[in-house]
């Protein structure tokens, strides 16, 4: 079984699902009009059961739509996570050239993290709930 991790937005979401060790199988940043077709083809790949949900920008319509989907959805803080996921997003890809000398706070990654917020989503309700880190 795997975990579906949402960072609903107004006009983009970010999708991940993870194990239960945390490893990412899958992690995107898609338009929140593909929310529906996106978790339907995320439920026929992967053994979802739970779905994690920021508690953000249109969080309950998007809940409406996993529990559409029959997953039971739990309602995360989203509180700090766009800086957690910046940070993230530069240890995954450390900056080259010029940028190496510039420190990652003071620059903006070149794509929006959404799909990391939804790993760190679930990764705060693995660390709160099962111990797992």
Excluded at 22 to 38: N, P, R, S, W, Y
Excluded at 59 to 70: C, D, Q, V
Excluded at 87 to 112: A, D
Aim: aromatic fraction near 6%; include cysteine; hydrophobic fraction near 40%.
């Amino acid at each position: 079984m795997e975990i579906l991790g949402i960072d609903p937005g107004r006009d983009k979401c970010g999708a991940a699902v993870l194990n239960f060790q945390g490893e990412i199988l899958f992690e995107k940043v898609i338009e929140t009009a593909e929310l529906v077709a996106t978790i339907k083809k995320l439920s026929a790949q992967f053994d979802l059961k739970i779905a994690i949900l920021g508690n953000g920008t249109t969080s309950k319509s998007a809940e409406k739509i996993l529990r559409a989907e029959n997953l039971s959805v739990k309602v995360v803080d989203e509180k700090h996570t766009t800086e957690e996921a910046r940070k993230l997003y530069w240890k995954k890809n450390p900056p080259s050239g010029w940028r190496k000398f510039l420190p990652t706070s003071m620059q903006v990654p070149p794509e929006p993290v959404d799909g990391i917020v939804a790993e760190i989503l679930i990764k705060r309700f693995l660390e709160e709930n099962l111990n797992v880190e």
